[in-house]
């Protein structure tokens, strides 16, 4: 079993930026490919950003320019740097590790962007 837990989250005005956590637990984390999620209020959960385990980064439209994924290997961490970030982002934001047919979620952070 592998378990996630983010933190990071909170009130940010428009214009603002949060700094996303996501600790893995385990001794496998250097060989996920790590990906963000986000739920915003009355809509489907949606893929935001991922990093495979070289490094390689990937992102939705909405938030690229703004928004930078990174891990750092030694502390089982993803981040989820937020920059620029607009009421639109409002949403919760969840870790994910899919690792062959085992996906593991946690239980998300609140961002809230609102003047």
């Known amino acids: 079993q592998v378990h996630l837990v983010e933190s990071g989250g909170g009130l940010v005005q428009p214009g603002g930026s949060l700094r996303l956590s996501c600790v893995v637990s385990?001794?496998?984390?250097?060989?996920?490919?790590m990906d963000w999620y986000r739920q915003g209020p009355g809509l489907q959960r949606e893929w935001v950003a991922g990093?495979?385990?070289?490094?390689?980064?990937n992102y939705a439209d909405s938030v690229k320019g703004r928004f930078t994924i990174s891990r750092d290997n030694a502390k089982n961490t993803v981040y989820l740097q937020m920059n620029s970030l607009k009421p639109e982002d409002t949403a919760v934001y969840h870790c994910?590790?899919?690792?062959?047919?085992?996906?593991?979620w946690g239980q998300g952070t609140q961002v809230t962007v609102s003047s």
């Open positions: 994910n590790v899919l690792y062959g047919t085992n996906e593991y």
């Open positions: 385990g001794s496998m984390f250097s060989i996920y490919t």
């Open positions: 990093i495979t385990s070289r490094g390689n980064t």
